[in-house]
T-cell receptor, first 115, second 113 residues
Framework: GAVVSQHPSRVICKSGTSVKIECRSL??????MFWYRQFPKKSLMLMAT?????????EQGVEKDKFLINHASLTLSTLTVTSAHPEDSSFYIC???????????FGSGTRLTVV | DQQVKQNSPSLSVQEGRISILNCDYT??????FLWYKKYPAEGPTFLIS?????DKNEDGRFTVFLNKSAKHLSLHIVPSQPGDSAVYFCAASGTPGANNLFFGTGTRLTVIP
């Protein structure tokens, strides 16, 4: 089945540094990838939608200069948290639409801790 | 490989009747299971969860059943309402708050008035 591989699963970084999270579609082409952040009540907030070869569409309130999204190929989308701060500590997860109307597939998530 | 599976991409139910959404998983180490509801253009919203020490958890019209031996869980919505029409995802993890959360591909529920 369609699988999205997300790496790293866990990262701890120092405040002020940047962290890159990768989502790779393993056996299908993901023209659209969604990036979510999980908040304490477990719901996922949509941060942005990335389309291969074009600029990402960010949701209101999400800083595009802080959360850089690159979707340079049909199988890879990256989210870079720039100049990370402790308040950026969260669980980030990507998702892609599986072609053929087969639903969504999710990465397994990245737990980011900024110290 | 997909560790959490929702084999029905869509389900239609008459208003007032019961909706049953099914989910199967393959990893016996999963210990915590969640259901999410997703409206178009929004992120999935947490609905209800269950830990592996229980076989049932109820919250209003929503009940989740867990059958560990069959590696199967289901979400029952009764009575179904038109506002329940959405995509429902099941998800599983090793422990609550664990690093990895594995999602199913979703089931689109349509409740017909």
């Amino acid at each position: 089945g369609a699988v999205v591989s997300q790496h790293p699963s866990r990262v701890i970084c120092k405040s002020g540094t940047s962290v890159k999270i990768e989502c790779r579609s393993l056996d299908f082409q993901a023209t659209t990838m969604f990036w979510y952040r999980q908040f304490p009540k477990k719901s996922l907030m949509l941060m942005a939608t990335s389309n291969e070869g074009s600029k990402a569409t960010y949701e209101q309130g999400v800083e595009k200069d802080k959360f850089l999204i690159n979707h340079a190929s049909l199988t890879l989308s990256t989210l870079t948290v720039t100049s990370a701060h402790p308040e950026d500590s969260s669980f980030y997860i990507c998702s892609a639409i599986v072609t053929g109307g087969l639903g969504y597939t999710f990465g397994s998530g990245t737990r980011l801790t900024v110290v | 490989d997909q560790q959490v599976k929702q084999n029905s991409p869509s389900l239609s139910v008459q208003e007032g009747r019961i909706s049953i959404l099914n989910c199967d998983y393959t990893n016996s180490m999963f210990d915590y299971f969640l259901w999410y509801k997703k409206y178009p253009a929004e992120g999935p919203t947490f609905l209800i969860s269950i830990s592996s020490i229980k076989d049932k958890n109820e919250d209003g019209r929503f009940t989740v059943f867990l059958n560990k031996s069959a590696k199967h869980l289901s979400l029952h919505i009764v009575p179904s309402q038109p506002g329940d029409s959405a995509v429902y995802f099941c998800a599983a993890s090793g422990t609550p708050g664990a690093n990895n959360l594995f999602f199913g591909t979703g089931t689109r529920l349509t409740v017909i008035p």
